[in-house]
C-alpha cells in the first residue's frame, strides 16, 4: 500500500527535496511493475455477500473499528457511521464537522476519531460530547478503552483524556526521528499495559500516568539521512496473549512479549502495510506484494506466495483457515493459511481496498477508497 511522510516541525526546509524523492520512489516502485494476471477463481472456499452500504469516500487506512457487534466506519469528509455487523443497518450517524485525519476508534459506547484541524471529537449514540484541541496531527485511530481515550499523535506523543469530560490525564512525549509516516502506527491495550509505536520501538506505557514500563526495538534507524533512517511502527498488530508482532515500516517485522517488555525475535522485512496472525505464524505483505507468513516462535519463514504480487495489498486478515487480503482493484483474496495457494475471491466496487478486513458477528467487513462497505459471509 502506498505510504505518506510527513516532515515535523523539527525538519529544516533542507529535507524537502529528499522527501520528494522518497515519495516518489514509494509510489512508483510496485505500482510500476505489471500487478500479477490473476487466474481463474478456484472456488474452493463458498462465500457471499451477506450486506453493503455506502459512506464518503476513505482516504486513509484502519477506517474501520469493531466492538461487539457493532461496526464504526470513518469517511474523510467529516462523517462517522456505526453498524449492525450483522445486519448492515445504520444504527446512528454523526457529522464532526470537518475532515478526519485518521480512524475512528470505539469502544462500543464511545467513538473517538480526530480531525484534520488536530480536534479529538468524542461521540455518544452519534452525539457529540467533547472536542480537544490537539498539538500536533494524528494518523493513528484514538484508543478507547477503561474510561479513558488515548491519542498517539505524529511528534510522537500520547495522551490520556478523561472518556467523559475530556480533561487531559497525562502526556507522553518521546521525541524521535525528525519525519514520521502520514499512516496509522500503533497503539493499543494488553492487559493493565498500554503498548504504543514510538520511533521503531514498542513501548509499554502506565495507563494512568504515561510512565514508562519498557521499550522493545523492533527496528533500529539506519542509513545517512532521515528518509533511510525512518522505520515507524505501523498498523495493525498481531496479538496472541502478551505476545505483540508488529511491523517497522521498510525495515522488520518483530514480536515482543508485552507482559515482560522483552524482544522476542526481529526479522528484515521490506513492507509497509501491518500484520496479521494466528497461535503458530504471523502473516504480513511485502511492497511487492509477496504474501509472508512467518513462524511466531522464531520468525523464521513458513512460505512465501507470489500469487498477488504487485496489486498493491492491504494489511492481512486471518479468518479461520484462510489469509485475507484486499487489493487496489477491489477484489478481496481468500489464501490458505496452511502454504498461501488460492482458495477464492470476491469483488467489491472497484476502488481500492484502504483498510485491512475485520471481523465481526461471522461476517468478514472490507471499506473500498469509495466508501463502499462490503460485508462477506462464508457459508
Known amino acids: 500500500m502506498k505510504s505518506d511522510i510527513l516532515l515535523t516541525a523539527a525538519t529544516k526546509v533542507a529535507f524537502a527535496s529528499l522527501l520528494l524523492a522518497s515519495l516518489i520512489s514509494c509510489s512508483s516502485g510496485p505500482e510500476k511493475m505489471k500487478p500479477a494476471e490473476l487466474a481463474p477463481n478456484a472456488g474452493l472456499l463458498g462465500v457471499r455477500l451477506a450486506w453493503s452500504s455506502k459512506v464518503g469516500p476513505i482516504d486513509f487506512g484502519l477506517a474501520v473499528k469493531v466492538s461487539g457487534n457493532t461496526v464504526a466506519v470513518a469517511s474523510s469528509d467529516g462523517t462517522v457511521t456505526a453498524f449492525d455487523a450483522g445486519t448492515g443497518?445504520?444504527?446512528?450517524?454523526?457529522?464532526?464537522?470537518?475532515?478526519?485525519?485518521?480512524?475512528?476508534?470505539?469502544?462500543?459506547?464511545?467513538?473517538?476519531?480526530?480531525?484534520?484541524?488536530?480536534?479529538l471529537v468524542v461521540l455518544e449514540a452519534g452525539r457529540e460530547i467533547w472536542?480537544?484541541?490537539m498539538s500536533a496531527q494524528g494518523f493513528t485511530?484514538?484508543?478507547?478503552a477503561g474510561g479513558r481515550i488515548f491519542v498517539l499523535a505524529a511528534d510522537r506523543s500520547v495522551s490520556a483524556f478523561d472518556a467523559q469530560s475530556g480533561r487531559k490525564l497525562w502526556n507522553q512525549l518521546r521525541p524521535g526521528e525528525s519525519l514520521v509516516l502520514r499512516q496509522a502506527g500503533?497503539?493499543?491495550?494488553?492487559?493493565?499495559?498500554?503498548?504504543?509505536?514510538?520511533?521503531?520501538?514498542?513501548?509499554?506505557?502506565?495507563?494512568?500516568?504515561?510512565?514508562?514500563?519498557?521499550?522493545?526495538?523492533?527496528a533500529s534507524p539506519r542509513g545517512t539521512n532521515d528518509i533511510e533512517r525512518l522505520v515507524d511502527?505501523?498498523?495493525?498488530?498481531s496479538r496472541d496473549g502478551d505476545t505483540v508482532c508488529a511491523r517497522a515500516f521498510q525495515a522488520?517485522?518483530?514480536?515482543?512479549?508485552?507482559?515482560?517488555?522483552?524482544?522476542?525475535?526481529?526479522?528484515?522485512?521490506?513492507?509497509?502495510?501491518?500484520?496479521?496472525?494466528?497461535?503458530?505464524?504471523v502473516f504480513g505483505v511485502e511492497s511487492d506484494g509477496q504474501i509472508m507468513a512467518w513462524s511466531r516462535s522464531d520468525g523464521e519463514r513458513a512460505w512465501a506466495s507470489e500469487l498477488l504480487r504487485y496489486r498493491d495489498l492491504s494489511a492481512p486478515l486471518v479468518v479461520g483457515s484462510?489469509?485475507?487480503?484486499?487489493?487496489?482493484?477491489?477484489?478481496?483474496?481468500?489464501?490458505?493459511?496452511?502454504?498461501?495457494?488460492?482458495?477464492?475471491?470476491?469483488?467489491?466496487?472497484?476502488?481500492?481496498?484502504?483498510?485491512?478486513?475485520?471481523?465481526?458477528?461471522?461476517?468478514?467487513i472490507v471499506v473500498t477508497r469509495s466508501g463502499g462497505i462490503f460485508a462477506f459471509k462464508p457459508e
Open 89 to 119: 443497518t445504520a444504527q446512528w450517524r454523526a457529522q464532526v464537522g470537518g475532515p478526519i485525519a485518521a480512524g475512528v476508534g470505539s469502544d462500543g459506547k464511545l467513538a473517538a476519531v480526530v480531525t484534520r484541524a488536530n480536534e
Open 131 to 133: 472536542r480537544q484541541k
Open 141 to 144: 485511530a484514538p484508543l478507547v
Open 186 to 218: 500503533v497503539l493499543l491495550a494488553v492487559g493493565d499495559t498500554l503498548v504504543a509505536g514510538l520511533s521503531g520501538r514498542l513501548v509499554g506505557l502506565d495507563p494512568s500516568t504515561g510512565a514508562v514500563r519498557w521499550e522493545a526495538p523492533v
Open 233 to 237: 511502527l505501523v498498523g495493525p498488530v
Open 252 to 281: 522488520a517485522v518483530a514480536c515482543v512479549n508485552a507482559a515482560r517488555g522483552n524482544l522476542l525475535w526481529s526479522k528484515p522485512a521490506l513492507g509497509a502495510a501491518g500484520v496479521a496472525g494466528d497461535d503458530k505464524h
Open 322 to 364: 484462510s489469509v485475507v487480503v484486499g487489493d487496489a482493484t477491489g477484489l478481496v483474496h481468500w489464501l490458505s493459511r496452511a502454504d498461501g495457494t488460492a482458495l477464492t475471491r470476491m469483488a467489491t466496487d472497484g476502488s481500492a481496498i484502504v483498510s485491512a478486513p475485520v471481523l465481526a458477528a461471522g461476517v468478514l
